[in-house]
């Protein structure tokens, strides 16, 4: 099993930037795929980006170009810079660990994008 911590979630102007991290309590390098979700109020869960263990990243459609998922080994810390953020941004971001057997979430980070 994981445990992910996120963090980096809060108040940005449209057109403005922010990192969020997810700090796993064990190696990353151990999990088949990472990810990063969000969900807005009423909206499900859908996925934002993801990052294989082999380093293949997918992004949706909606922040490629946008936003980033990159990962520190050393530290077992998955990210997401999120540049030039749209208030369609605002939402919960969960990070997430895809293991064999069992998927692993955080308790979520808010992002709200003022206009």
């Known amino acids: 099993q994981v445990q992910l911590v996120e963090s980096g979630g809060g108040l940005v102007q449209a057109g403005g930037s922010l990192r969020l991290s997810c700090a796993a309590s064990?190696?990353?390098?151990?999990?088949?795929?990472m990810g990063w979700y969000r969900q807005a109020p009423g909206k499900q869960r859908d996925l934002v980006a993801a990052i294989t263990r082999g380093g293949t990243t997918n992004y949706a459609d909606s922040v490629k170009g946008r936003f980033t998922i990159s990962r520190a080994i050393a530290t077992n810390t998955l990210y997401l810079q999120m540049n030039s953020l749209k208030p369609d941004d605002t939402a919960v971001y969960y990070c997430?660990?895809?293991?064999?057997?069992?998927?692993?979430w955080g308790q979520g980070t808010q992002v709200t994008v003022s206009s």
């Open positions: 997430n660990a895809d293991m064999a057997l069992k998927s692993y």
């Open positions: 064990r190696s990353i390098l151990s999990i088949n795929t």
